[in-house]
T-cell receptor
Framework: AQSVTQLDSQVPVFEEAPVELRCNYS??????LFWYVQYPNQGLQLLLK??????LVESINGFEAEFNKSQTSFHLRKPSVHISDTAEYFC??????????FGQGTTLQVKP | KAGVTQTPRYLIKTRGQQVTLSCSPI?????VSWYQQTPGQGLQFLFE???????NKGNFPGRFSGRQFSNSRSEMNVSTLELGDSALYLC????????????FGPGTRLTVL
């Protein structure tokens, strides 16, 4: 069975500090990995994705994630967060189907 | 390009009623997936449709059903509503089989009283 575990339910951090949101996954087959962000009362927005190739993937707003196959991890990092990054972040995986399996989510709370 | 649209955005029903939610995918996208989001269970996959055929189904009772039309628009139906069906129902569309980059709509907030 496939699963995703987000190791922190809440991560409080001060503005301009670095942050890491941790995600581990379990799968017996190759997977695609995603990070989605959800702002209050909105749907999910794709932040970044790992499909193949370079294990380090970046988003346009400064987030990056590294696919680590040996540790089955896909942690999300940002060197300097802003108040506007306050949101819930979901790590997800899929294999060769149209089904996404999500972690339980991590609430990132950026404080001034 | 317009994004995924879902109607209605908010819905209040009572136990025992049924409800139909609608999703219009991004133009050109032929795959539509549905998810249920609750505080307790998180995001759970309901089903996926591609070219009017259900390709995958999650672990939900038969009260949850869906369909897809020839224009790729999709509906999901929940019959005999229960209090536990209160949730945000999210629809996502995708253009390619195997590339599972899915684009989500804003969701329909269903409240069952």
């Amino acid at each position: 069975a496939q699963s995703v575990t987000q190791l922190d339910s809440q991560v409080p951090v001060f503005e301009e500090a670095p942050v890491e949101l941790r995600c581990n996954y379990s799968s017996s087959v190759s997977v695609y990995l995603f990070w989605y962000v959800q702002y209050p009362n909105q749907g999910l927005q794709l932040l970044l994705k790992y499909l193949s190739g370079s294990t380090l993937v970046e988003s346009i707003n400064g987030f990056e994630a590294e696919f680590n196959k040996s540790q089955t991890s896909f942690h999300l990092r940002k060197p300097s967060v802003h108040i506007s990054d306050t949101a819930e972040y979901f790590c997800a995986l899929s294999s060769n189907t149209g089904k996404l399996i999500f972690g339980q989510g991590t609430t990132l709370q950026v404080k001034p | 390009k317009a994004g995924v649209t879902q109607t209605p955005r908010y819905l209040i029903k009572t136990r025992g009623q049924q409800v139909t939610l609608s999703c219009s995918p991004i133009s050109g996208h032929r795959s539509v997936s549905w998810y249920q989001q609750t505080p307790g269970q998180g995001l759970q996959f309901l089903f996926e449709y591609f070219s009017e055929t259900q390709r995958n189904k999650g672990n939900f009772p038969g009260r949850f059903s869906g369909r897809q039309f020839s224009n790729s628009r999709s509906e999901m139906n929940v019959s005999t509503l229960e209090l536990g069906d209160s949730a945000l129902y999210l629809c996502a569309s995708s253009s390619l089989i195997g590339n599972n980059e899915q684009f989500f709509g804003p969701g329909t907030r269903l409240t069952v009283l």
